[in-house]
Nanobody, 127 residues
Framework: QVQLVESGGGFVQAGGSLRLSCANS????????MGWFRQAPGKEREFVAA????????WYTDSVKGRFTMSRNNVMNTVYLQMNSLKPEDTAIYYC????????????????????WGQGTQVTVSS
């Protein structure tokens, strides 16, 4: 079974930084893309960032552009989300998601594009 595990969340003051990691602790799979989503209390889960495996193209939601950077480490089978200049509105549970290569192309900003999800890691930004 594929098991995505997020780490790196925590409590930070506004303007600070955190680096989230997502690793697969279960069976391997052919990766089409990886994504990060977040969900604040009382709100829908929303797209944050994604990376396409084939060409390393990345996408970011407007509210995090210039502050967040998604990257990958193929040797470690891990993806990262570097979050700088954090704001209180970034407070949410952050989820890692994976799209398998067998599905081919997809709209990576949509939750339905992904096949596997982690359990999430809490990020809290204080003012």
């Amino acid at each position: 079974q594929v098991q995505l595990v997020e780490s790196g969340g925590g409590f930070v003051q506004a303007g600070g930084s955190l680096r989230l990691s997502c690793a697969n602790s279960g069976r391997t799979f052919s990766t089409n893309a990886m994504g990060w989503f977040r969900q604040a209390p009382g709100k829908e889960r929303e797209f944050v960032a994604a990376i396409r495996w084939a060409n390393s193209a990345t996408w970011y939601t407007d509210s995090v552009k210039g502050r967040f950077t998604m990257s990958r480490n193929n040797v470690m089978n891990t993806v990262y989300l570097q979050m700088n200049s954090l704001k209180p509105e970034d407070t949410a549970i952050y989820y890692c998601a994976a799209r398998t290569g067998s599905r081919g192309a997809g709209i990576l900003t949509m939750r339905a594009a992904y096949d596997y999800w982690g359990q999430g890691t809490q990020v809290t930004v204080s003012s």
